[in-house]
T-cell receptor, first 117, second 117 residues
Framework: AQKITQTQPGMFVQEKEAVTLDCTYD???????LFWYKQPSSGEMIFLIY??????QNATEGRYSLNFQKARKSANLVISASQLGDSAMYFC??????????????FGRGTQLTVWP | NAGVTQTPKFRVLKTGQSMTLLCAQD?????MYWYRQDPGMGLRLIHY???????AKGEVPDGYNVSRLKKQNFLLGLESAAPSQTSVYFC????????????????FGPGTRLLVL
């Protein structure tokens, strides 16, 4: 079974609007972390934001916020006031503290976000 | 600090040729990983290492070998390249999770684009 599911292969948003990128996860661990990465066309992986399974408040980092709904096992990324430079591939990822592959991240297949003027 | 560097940035191989990808980090990280990224697949773990002299298989290890003779370096080898190994390869590293915790940021290298003809 997929550990991380991103159901939106592509999303479009107009500049200055907010957009939500969906992510659901599957784990039986009690302690885990959820991460979002941005990959622009240049190819590098840029860390955006993370959320711990025990955190009760949603994480925020500038224009990025993580809408964490533990019971639904979802960790959606919200980008407010989109900018043209936000156009990129976005990956959701998870790390399980109890996992056998220490520290590895499980990645979703990504969502290609396009911001138009 | 250079962070995580990868050599080479781009390479074209013929089927059956061999090559080694080098990953180097200057952050004294214990854990290092090799992922591959294919279109529509996200990043998948090839091999990983939790310390100097140790390596282990990830989810897609076939056709690859690795070595970690020095803490700062993690080498990925292709003994006999196949077209199916055409991909973008990312190296990543983190601190020891037992010290840093589940939300430790994973640092990625810039990636190596490999084309096998």
């Amino acid at each position: 079974a997929q550990k991380i599911t991103q159901t939106q292969p592509g999303m479009f948003v107009q500049e200055k609007e907010a957009v939500t990128l969906d992510c659901t996860y599957d784990t039986s661990d009690q302690s885990y972390g959820l991460f979002w990465y941005k990959q622009p066309s240049s190819g590098e992986m840029i860390f955006l934001i993370y959320q711990g399974s025990y955190d009760e408040q949603n994480a925020t980092e500038g224009r990025y916020s993580l809408n964490f709904q533990k019971a639904r096992k979802s960790a959606n990324l919200v980008i407010s006031a989109s900018q043209l430079g936000d156009s990129a591939m976005y990956f959701c990822a998870m790390r399980e503290l109890g996992g056998s592959t220490l520290g590895r991240l499980y990645f979703g297949r990504g969502t290609q976000l396009t911001v138009w003027p | 600090n250079a962070g995580v560097t990868q050599t080479p940035k781009f390479r074209v191989l013929k089927t059956g040729q061999s090559m080694t990808l080098l990953c180097a980090q200057d952050m004294n990280h214990e854990y290092m990983y090799w992922y591959r990224q294919d279109p529509g697949m996200g990043l998948r773990l090839i091999h990983y290492s939790v310390g100097e002299g140790t390596t282990a298989k990830g989810e897609v290890p076939d056709g690859y070998n690795v070595s970690r003779l020095k803490k700062q370096n993690f080498l990925l080898g292709l003994e006999s390249a196949a077209p199916s190994q055409t991909s973008v390869y990312f190296c990543a590293s983190i601190n020891d999770l037992r010290l840093a915790g589940v939300l430790e940021t994973q640092y990625f290298g810039p990636g190596t684009r490999l084309l096998v003809l």
